[in-house]
Each structure stands twice: as C-alpha cells, then as structure tokens.
Nanobody, 129 residues
C-alpha cells in the first residue's frame, strides 16, 4: 500500500523556520515527482512547490520563492520543504503528494492536483506571535 506521511509542522513566530518531511512507504519515491500544497482556513488548497523524481528540478509558487526550498533524499525515501522567513499568511495545513511518470524524472510538474495520485494526511503549520 502506497502511503505518504508528513511531519515537522508546528507553531512558529513570524520570521522563523520549519522543515517539513514527507516520507513514502510502499513505493520508491525516486520514480515520483513530489508536490507540496497547502490549505488555509476558509481557502482553497493551493500549490506551494514541486520537485522532480530525480530531485534536480524544482518549481515554486511566487509568494514562497526565495523563502521555501524543496529537496529529496531518494535513499531515505523522503522529500523535504524547508520554510524560512515564515509569515502569518503561511499558516495552513501542508500536504505532500506524488505524481508518477517518466516525464517528471528531470522536470518539476506544476500544480494540477488531479495528476497527483497519493496524498499525505497533512501537517499543521501556524505562524503567529
């Protein structure tokens, strides 16, 4: 059974940092691109960043460029989202999801949610003083 488990969320002050992890089980993460999404209260889910299967290509939503970095350690079957300079508007439940396909081994996909076929349960990130 393919599963994703996110961890690393929590409460942080504005300007602080968090690193989210997304650990896969039941499949080899190397052959999947990973997308990070978030959903704030009362808002639709939105894409944050994506990374190719090999880990050599990334894509970011404009509001997080320069602050967030996504990476993968395929040997550990884990993807990461390093979030720096956090702002209150980053408060949301963060999800990771995977998209299979040879097209995405060296290319980062965009945020078409219907293309992602396994999703994690989400982890809460709260940015507040």
């Amino acid at each position: 059974q393919r599963q994703l488990v996110e961890s690393g969320g929590g409460l942080v002050q504005p300007g602080g940092s968090l690193r989210l992890s997304c650990t896969a089980s039941g499949f080899a993460l190397e052959y999947y691109a990973v997308g990070w999404f978030r959903q704030a209260p009362g808002k639709e889910r939105e894409g944050v960043s994506t990374i190719s299967g090999h880990g050599d290509a990334t894509y970011y939503e404009d509001s997080v460029k320069g602050r967030f970095t996504t990476s993968k350690d395929n040997a550990k079957n884990t993807a990461y989202l390093q979030m720096n300079e956090l702002m209150p508007e980053d408060t949301a439940v963060y999800y990771c999801a995977v998209e299979y396909g040879s097209s995405w081994y060296h290319r980062a996909p965009t945020f078409r949610e219907y293309e992602y076929d396994v999703w994690g349960q989400g982890t809460q990130v709260t940015v507040s003083s």
